[in-house]
């Protein structure tokens, strides 16, 4: 165990108000690929002609629906994926009672899957899904079982994820509580998210404390006002710190 590691487990183990911030790297250990990335911007470029930000915004959706499901369906719903160490850990970590919230970015489903109960999803989730007519939800397989543009077997409406798309402006209760609980952590973990996807990013700014931690294998724009930076897997890191 690595002296940065064997620092947060003393954290851990001291404290008592922990809260998570997380972002694609906690899933890509979970086979779940970041869109954000190099390669997935060149795959979505070299297939439909389009970078995944504009194929995942409001204006698109309305315009070109049957290009963002198929691009939903094949990049971005992993209905095989599995929680690592790192949701197992943070969930058998809220069950102690040590962790009050995970936050994340993520719209996989998976710290749920794992057992997280208090999570705020501040871009939604793909696994809750509605009539964009007659507000009637549907799961995941509706979506990934119909061909086409999915419709409401309802009214016929087109039926969306419950996702926050670009030019779409993130749900106000889930910021309120988020923020609430970045205000009142004592120690806060960052995993998995270059920080740089705002506003989600800007949450960071509202941690009073002076027990930062940043775990994660690149550079962000936040290291000199962390207190600690673990350049290791997170998965790895949650497994060492908690025995998994």
Same mark, same amino acid.
Do not use: W
């Given at each position: ?16 108000? +922990? ?10 250990? &979970? ?15 070299? @297939? ?28 971005? +719903? ?26 994340? @970015? ?5 710290? @749920? ?5 208090? $999570? ?38 087109? $039926? ?60 962000? &724009? ?23």
């Amino acid at each position: 165990m690595s002296p940065e590691v064997l620092e947060l487990k003393k954290l851990i183990d001291e404290s008592d108000s +922990i809260v998570f911030f997380g972002g694609a790297g906690v899933s890509t250990e &979970s086979n779940i690929p970041d869109f954000r990335s190099e390669n997935g911007i060149y795959n979505a470029v070299n @297939q439909y002609g389009y970078p995944p930000e504009t194929m995942l915004s409001h204006s698109f959706f309305i315009s070109h629906p049957d290009i963002f499901f198929d691009y939903l369906r094949k990049n971005l +719903i992993y209905p095989d994926a599995k929680p690592n160490n790192a949701h197992i850990g943070l969930a058998k970590l809220e069950e102690m009672g040590k962790l009050k919230a995970v936050i994340t @970015q993520n719209i996989d489903n998976l710290h @749920q899957m794992a057992g997280s109960k208090n $999570v705020y999803e501040l871009h939604g989730t793909l696994y809750k899904n509605y009539c964009t007519k007659c507000g009637k939800n549907f799961d995941v397989d509706y979506v990934m079982n119909s061909s086409g543009i999915p419709r409401c077997d309802k009214c016929g409406g087109i $039926v969306r994820p419950d996702v926050v798309l670009y030019e779409e402006g993130l749900d106000g209760t889930t910021i309120y509580k988020s923020v609430d609980a970045i205000e009142k952590a004592d120690v806060l973990i960052v995993g998995g998210t270059s920080l740089n996807v705002y506003p989600a990013a800007g949450l960071i700014d509202y941690y009073r404390g002076n027990k930062l931690v940043l775990i994660n294998k690149s550079v962000t &724009s936040y290291d000199r006002r962390a207190n600690l930076i673990i350049r290791e897997n997170i998965g790895e890191v949650f497994k060492e710190v908690l025995g998994l």
